[in-house]
């Protein structure tokens, strides 16, 4: 039996074991074709509360994910040219700086960043489109639950309603993705205007993420571009305070990090970086 037909048995004992979890959805029609499939996975995943699965149906999940990955093409940190390789820039970390333009998930470095929620959890939003639900849905649920298991020891100091703080960075193992790691972090919501607050809270979160990176012995870090989706950062001061935090905090711990990513999804945000760096 070849990978594709391996691929299609998995992905339909996957979508049979989700979708048997959940009384709303034991009716929900599976698609015939093999895109469709993969979205009621993925919407299975997404909405699937912190529990136990099956060994059996974790075996089977990882191993699709594991191919996912490969199918999507790994991209390891060496083959990511720095800034002074494809840019010829003069940035004093120009040797350890990158800008990459694409998917995180598939970035193998020691650790990438998710744009996290105060809940922690990931988005339960079925498809939606943003860093938290791809890097859960990629991942696998193995994540939510070890991101459950870790709330649920905090509020247990904290109180029933602790929620993660902006700019407390969390970290986790990344399971199923290329990654090592993965670090949470909540950053500053920009309801309406930008204020002094929201730029010394996206400051943070930089400076806190790589203070963990040190703390863990992590040496390569891809950084999401942290509240500019639904947290409604502006894009280019977001950018702003990215290159200058990191900068900085290199400057301050010479020889901790050998490679920081900037990676970008837009076209919007790979011109901010290009312009700082």
Known sequence: MDMDSIQEKRLDYLVESFKSEVPEYRRV????????KRFLLRSLMNVRDPKPAAA?????????????????????VRDIPTVRESRGSSHPFADMI???????????????????????LGCY???HNCIDNCIHTYAGVQLRAECSRKM???RLRFGDYYEQPTAVPMLTDAYNLPARKIIHIVGPIVDHALTADHE??????????LDMCRENGLKSVAFCCISTGVFHFPNKRAAEIAVNTVTDWLTEHSG????????????EDREYYEELL
Do not use: H
Request: contains cysteine; aromatic residues 6%; negative net charge.
């Open 29 to 36: 029609k599976i698609p015939e074709d093999t895109e469709g």
């Open 56 to 76: 059996a149906v974790l075996d089977a999940q990882d191993s699709y994910l594991k191919a996912r990955a490969l199918e999507k093409g790994i991209v390891n």
């Open 98 to 120: 990158s800008i990459w333009q694409g998917d995180i998930t598939r970035i193998a470095s020691d650790a990438i960043v998710n744009a996290a929620n105060s809940q922690m």
């Open 125 to 127: 939003i079925p498809m």
């Open 152 to 154: 649920n020891s905090l």
């Open 200 to 209: 010394e809270k996206l400051s943070e979160c930089y400076r806190s993420t």
């Open 256 to 267: 901790v990090m050998e490679r920081v990513i900037f990676n970008v999804f837009k076209d």
